[in-house]
Structure formats: C-alpha cells, structure tokens
C-alpha cells in the first residue's frame, strides 16, 4: 500500500484537508456534526476556511461560538 493513500481507502492522497473534510469516509463526519447543530453548509477547501466557517456562524451567540471552537478542535 502507498505510504501517501488515504487510510479510508478512496484512493485519494492523504492530506489534513482531504482527510478531515473530504474523505468519502472521514469527512462525513462534519455533515453529521453540523446537521447535529441544526445547520447545513458546503465544505471548503482547506481547514483554516473550515475553522473560520465553522467557528463563526452567523446567528450564533458568542457563548455558543466557543462551545463549536471546542467541537471543533476536539474533531480535529
């Protein structure tokens, strides 16, 4: 097995990005986090937009803002 295959075995090369948001294995787990939070969004590309989109939605109190950091950062 190449070193560099994703361990969820799509076939795709192994990075953070791939493997955490857009892994056909992995990455659903952030549709079901976010479906969990009643929310529902489009996954981007690289983990610092992901952080930023996730961390900060809209209609969020701030309170509430820390608690998905907290998800967040445990996922990742």
């Not at 990075?15 to 939070?37: A, N």
Request: aromatic fraction near 20%; proline fraction near 1%.
């Amino acid at each position: 097995m190449n070193a560099q295959a994703c361990v969820g075995d799509c076939g795709e090369i192994e990075t953070s990005s791939h493997l955490l948001l857009h892994c056909d294995f992995f990455g659903t787990v952030w549709f079901f986090i976010l479906r969990w939070l009643g929310f529902y969004s489009v996954m981007p590309y690289d983990l610092i937009s992901h952080f930023t989109q996730f961390s900060f939605i809209d209609g969020v109190a701030k309170s509430k803002r820390y608690i998905l950091q907290v998800i967040w950062y445990a996922t990742v």
